[in-house]
């Protein structure tokens, strides 16, 4: 079994940032592919930003050029550095890992920023 346990969320006023954590454990195969989603209130769940185990990054285009992925393989983390925050960012943020078949998800985090 995996666990993922996210961190960082909170409330930011609009411009700010934030940056989050997404700590995996359990039985993890070495290649993967970790994953940010958020969903708003009334909205959809939409990806938000992916990072492979070799770090290639991809970013929804509503946060590309604000949003920053990372990771450290070697604690199995995932980060998501949030700058130029916008209210319209404002949702719980989600950690997914994938690797083969398997695809698992975090508790979420909360995102609240105010205009």
């Known amino acids: 079994q995996v666990q993922l346990v996210e ?3 909170g409330l930011v006023q609009a411009g700010g940032s934030l940056r989050l954590s997404c700590a995996a454990s359990g039985s993890i195969f070495s290649t ?4 940010w989603y ?7 769940r939409e990806w938000v930003a992916g990072i492979t ?3 290639s990054t991809n970013y ?13 393989n ?4 995932v980060y ?3 700058n130029s925050l916008k209210p319209e960012d404002t949702a719980v943020y ?4 994938v690797f083969g078949i398997a695809n698992f998800w975090g508790q979420g985090t909360q995102v609240t920023v105010s205009s």
């Open 74 to 77: 070697a604690k199995n983390t």
């Open 94 to 97: 989600y950690c997914n890992i």
């Open 53 to 55: 185990s070799g770090g």
């Open 7 to 9: 961190s960082g969320g």
């Open 60 to 72: 929804a285009d509503s946060v590309k050029g604000r949003f920053t992925i990372s990771r450290d």
């Open 80 to 82: 998501l550095q949030m």
């Open 32 to 35: 993967n592919v970790m994953k």
């Open 38 to 44: 958020r969903q708003a209130p009334g909205k959809q």
